[in-house]
């Protein structure tokens, strides 16, 4: 079965800390993307990558990073939490061509 | 632009009824389509999709899509729901050649039993 793991299921964090959500798939997959969704604003594109160390920013990419060393691992990176940042964030991967497989969500809280 | 607009923001079905949702898409080219349901805690699981061919696709869970280029849509279908499909559907378009999405606001899904 496909699988796309996302390291925390909750998550609290201070304001002004460095934050790192990670996600790995095990699909072998070129593309990997991370999503933030907010009720009423469904889902939006922060980074995406198609091949490891590329990546490309998506619809609202301020105040985050992405890394992407190996192919199964992305990485979202917030430099300075803050509390706009509170959020879902959703990891997928996806083959060439398809759809996406995605992780089980990371519930971020930034205090 | 390109966008995926999905106009009901909740659906009230009773179980055991039958249930269309409503995907419309502006895209210049044929577009990759999907659906996606999302149950209340979770990540998006995919539930069908299209590509080409046959305008009819099946998907898992009892579900089916029809592509209607004419109409530009690509509405879900249920014949009989179960309090179990309670849930929020997302339909989605490819985008381009990196395979990025565009989404839909989603539709959430309420049962009456």
């Known amino acids: 079965d496909v699988k796309v793991t996302q390291s925390s299921r909750y998550l609290v964090k201070r304001t002004g800390e460095k934050v790192f959500l990670e996600c790995v798939q095990d699909?072998?997959?070129?593309?990997m993307f991370w999503y933030r969704q907010d009720p009423g604003l469904g889902l939006r594109l922060i980074y995406f990558?198609?091949?490891?160390?590329?990546?490309e920013k998506g619809d609202i990419p301020e105040g985050y990073s992405v890394s992407r060393e190996k192919k199964e691992r992305f990485s979202l990176i917030l430099e300075s939490a803050s509390t706009n940042q509170t959020s879902m964030y959703l990891c997928?991967?996806?083959?060439?061509?398809?759809?996406?497989?995605f992780g089980q969500g990371t519930r971020l809280t930034v205090v | 632009a390109q966008s995926v607009t999905q106009p009901d923001i909740h659906i009230t079905v009773s179980e055991g009824a039958s249930l269309e949702l409503r995907c419309n898409y502006s895209?210049?080219?044929?577009?990759?389509l999907f659906w996606y349901v999302q149950s209340p805690g979770q990540g998006l699981q995919l539930l069908l999709k299209?590509?080409?061919?046959d305008t009819l696709v099946q998907g898992i869970k009892g579900f089916e899509a029809e592509f209607k280029r004419s109409q530009s849509s690509f509405n879900l279908r249920k014949p009989s729901v179960h309090w179990s499909d309670a849930a929020e559907y997302f339909c989605?378009?490819?985008?381009?050649?990196?395979?990025?999405?565009?989404w839909g606001a989603g539709t959430k899904l309420i049962i009456k039993p």
């Open positions: 990558s198609y091949d490891v160390k590329m990546k």
């Open positions: 699909m072998d997959h070129e593309n």
């Open positions: 997928a991967s996806s083959p060439n061509p398809g759809g996406a497989f």
């Open positions: 895209y210049g080219a044929t577009p990759y």
């Open positions: 299209y590509f080409s061919g």
């Open positions: 989605a378009v490819g985008a381009d050649s990196n395979y990025q999405l565009i």
